[in-house]
Structures are given as C-alpha cells and as structure tokens.
C-alpha cells in the first residue's frame, strides 16, 4: 500500500467512525461506493478499528472492569479514582461514557456491510467478517455488563438521519440476542482454529474464550442455566484444542519482551510512541526516578508527579508466601530513605528506554488461565467436578508447595468462593474483578464500600453520564441513578 492509500484509509475510518458520530454530519470526498474495492481497503478499515479499540484499553477497560472492586485504593496523591473503588458514581461524575465503544461499533458496522464486496477471496473476506462480528460482540458485552440494555446499531453511521441515530435503549436480552448471534456469526467464518501470526487480532481461539464469559454471564446474570452453562464449558473446550498452554513461570507472562506470548489468546497491542501510557502509570509516577524494582532491578518511575492509586490489604493479604503469583502481581515496602511507598502494581509496568518509563504492555483480553477458570466455574454450577481446571492453576502457582494448597471438591458454594478467590488471585490487575463478583454474585458481600448497600443492585450497573444524556436524550437514565 502506498502511502497516499494509507493516508486516504486513515481518512476514511475517521470521518466514518467519529467519536462525535451523534452530533456531525460526515463530510468526505471519499466515498463508501468509491472505497470499498480490494482487500488492502478493508484491512485499513479493520486496523482502524484495533487502534479505535486500544484508545479504550489505556484507562476505560480497567476502569469498567476492575475499578469498582475491592482491589484497589488512595494511594499518595490525589483522589481521581475514588468514585469508582469508594462507589459514589453520579450522573455527575459517571466515569467514562460509550461514545468510544460506539466508534469502534460504527467501524465493525462499516466491515460488515461493505467486505462482501471487495475483490479478495472468499477465506480473506470471511476472515476479515469473522473478527468484524468478533469486535462488534466485544464492545456489545462490555455496553452490556456495564449499562445493561443499551441502543443496537447494526448499520453504518453514513450520513446523519435523527431517526436512525437517535435511538431508545434495546432491552438487555435484545442486546445479547445479538452477541450470541455475532458469536455464531464469527465461528462459523474463521478460517481455521489457529491465530493470525499476532495475537493483536481476534481469531477462533479467542473468539470462543469470548463466548464462554458470554455465556457464563447470561447464564448466572440472565436466567440462562444450564443450557448457557453447557455452552459455557463447550466453548471452554474448543479452546484448548488451540495451540495454546500455561506458561511454566506466572512471572514470564508480564515480561514486556514476552508480549504474545503461548498463554495469551487476544491482547490489545500497544508500542513505545504510539500512543498514551495505560492506567498503570497512575500506580507508578509517585515513585522517584532514582528508585529500583528489587525484583529486576530496573527503575520503577521517572516523575514525581504523585500516585493515585494502590492495591488493598484486604487483597495483598490474600496472597500466600509461597504463591509465585504474588512478586510479579505487585511489589511492596518500597522505600526510599525515610520514604515508605504504597504497593505497586508490576502485571503493567512497561518498559524502560533511555531512563524514560514507557506504559505500554499490552492489555491482555484473554489467557488461558482465564479459560481454565472460566471452565471450572462452569462445570461447577453444572454440578461436576472443578478440581482438574483448579489443580492446574494452583500447580503453577505454588510449584514444590503446590500439596499444600490442593484443591479437594467440597459444595457447590464452597467450591464457588474457591474459584472466585483463584480468579482474584491470578487475573488481580488485569480488568476482570468487578465484573467477576458481578457474575458471582457476591459484589455487595466482597466490596467494603457496598456492604452498606446490600438490596441497591441498581448499583451493579453504572449511571449514564449528562453530556450522553444531552447527546443522546431517548437514552434515558439507568434505572435507579437517576432518583
């Protein structure tokens, strides 16, 4: 592709996919009936949608994921965070909105209408739909976890029409109607069961790790029982038909030259000048530059501009001495002459280059251990025995103290909080949590901030920003934020 082309794609996706998509009319030379003619056009448009989806994993992932758990808290500086681990979200002060998830719907929409008639084969076009669908099922489970039943757009911003924009909310079961169908969609047209030489893009490995904690979530949230928990544990399986393994070493899956690694099944790609840092920074900054990492020796922070967050005792204490998960989770008692630092976070540290941090790990989506656990889980609320999946996360965790720490099958609820607490243990970082005790149903026992709150599920989802509300009036407020 020559540079003009790539330039004239990067045009494109951008004036289609705005984030101001509700308020502009798109104005462009380029148009859908001139573009959309060979392969090397879509594959601009599908990249733009990898790059839409990184701008989300930098903070709002974390964010929508993790944020509202008992995972982390005020650390030095500072309090830009409290409204999510305290739970005092408003209408005011809602955290991020969904403009940014519909952009990247928008571009999938654009995909999914147009790819069928480029000039390509038929494997290369069902690839490109495959991940279009993948993408587009994504970004509806996070618009589902985190709002509930959310507006459904299925075409293409190309050109503003009020009664195709401006859109009610579809009911939560519409929503995941139509994620299961673009699962459906997506396995069906992937070539093959193997990765597209990165691990940047969705393929059918991750494609079915997505359907599993799809239907994990519809059944234990939705009224899906065991016919979503079969599917659930299904998807598990095909899975681990993939190449795909544990990692020996826990620490070896955070090593930043170690991106993509044999556990990974999908992680959003970020690089050094590319783009922002991730929300890890917001844990390291408040650590002076002279500062060094007693586990690798390398230097924790280059700034002294304050660190907003840290993790909780009440999770550092969950972590064994012997748990190999627990130094590159985080590091703590740091010091610095007189100076005693809060915990720090390691799973996102970055890189350093020329005495400059850069936070740009990857945000991994998916890993195997992920998997693993999503499959005990489901073979546990069907009745069946958990203990192979939870041996072979604990195996790795505890290494020549793993007898010690063998799981025996016990009840259904007992066997639950096992699996919960394993989840914290190895996934602790990396987006899952809250939406983890959601699942479970324990966020209002788990939670310090909510164990007031107990009957307000309301809570569980989050309120709709005003400026949405404003762009975005037949919205309306989630129910119960807005009395």
């Not at 990247?104 to 480029?118: A, G, M, Q, W």
């Not at 911003?157 to 929503?175: F, P, S």
């Not at 681990?240 to 993509?260: G, M, P, T």
């Not at 693993?372 to 069907?382: G, P, T, Y």
Request: hydrophobic share 40%.
């Amino acid at each position: 592709m020559n540079k003009y082309k790539s330039l004239l794609i990067c045009l494109f996706v951008v004036l289609c996919s705005c984030a101001d998509l509700l308020d502009q009319k798109p104005v462009s030379s380029i148009t859908n009936e001139s573009f959309w003619t060979s392969e090397e056009d879509a594959m601009g448009v599908l990249t733009g949608a990898y790059i839409q989806l990184r701008n989300q994993t930098l903070d709002n992932l974390f964010i929508w994921g993790e944020a509202r758990s008992e995972v982390m808290t005020t650390a030095i500086s500072g309090a830009m965070y409290e409204r999510y681990y305290r739970n005092t979200l408003s209408a005011e002060l809602p955290g991020p909105d969904w403009s940014g998830l519909y952009t990247t719907i928008n571009t999938s929409n654009l995909l999914i209408k147009y790819v069928p008639r480029i000039d390509a084969t038929e494997t290369a076009k069902n690839n490109i739909l495959a991940q279009a669908h993948t993408m587009r099922a994504f970004l509806y489970f996070i618009l589902a976890k985190t709002w509930g039943g959310v507006p459904l757009r299925t075409e293409p911003t190309e050109g503003y029409n009020a009664e195709t924009v401006q859109k009610t909310r579809a009911t939560v079961e519409e929503v995941f109607k139509l994620i299961k169908e673009d699962l459906d969609k997506a396995l069906f047209l992937y070539n093959d069961n193997t990765f597209f030489g990165t691990k940047n893009r969705w393929s059918k490995p991750a494609t079915n790790a997505l359907k599993a904690d799809v239907y994990l979530w519809t059944a234990k949230r939705y009224g899906g029982g065991n016919a979503d928990l079969t599917i659930a544990l299904e998807a598990c399986n095909e899975v681990q038909k993939a190449d795909i393994v544990l990692l020996e070493s826990f620490a070896d899956l955070f090593e930043y030259e170690n991106k993509c690694n044999a556990e990974v099944l999908m992680a959003v790609a970020l690089d050094v000048y590319e783009s922002g840092g991730n929300y890890f920074a917001h844990n390291y900054s408040g650590i002076h530059g002279g500062t060094v990492d007693p586990i690798n020796g390398e230097v924790i922070g280059t700034t002294t501009n304050g660190m907003a967050w840290t993790v909780t005792e009440l999770v550092k204490s969950q972590f064994s001495t012997d748990d190999s998960r627990k130094d590159p989770s985080f590091a703590d008692g740091l010091t610095e002459g007189e100076v005693v630092y809060p915990g720090l976070v390691r799973k996102g540290r970055g890189t350093v280059l020329n005495g400059v941090r850069y936070f740009t790990s990857d945000y991994v989506l998916y890993r195997y251990a992920d998997v693993v656990l999503m499959k005990a889980e489901a073979k546990n609320a069907l009745g069946q025995d958990p203990s192979e999946e939870m041996n072979m996360i604990r195996k790795r965790a505890y290494g020549e103290a793993f007898e010690n720490h063998r799981f025996v099958s016990g009840t259904k609820e007992t066997n639950d909080d096992a699996i919960l607490k394993e989840r914290l243990l190895e996934l602790v970082f990396e987006g899952k949590r809250w939406w983890d005790l959601v699942r479970f149903g324990k966020a209002f026992d788990i939670v310090p901030s909510l164990m007031d709150k107990k009957g307000q599920d309301y809570m569980l989802l989050w309120p709709v920003s005003v400026s949405t509300l404003t762009r975005e009036p037949q919205v309306g407020q989630t129910p119960g934020w807005g009395d």
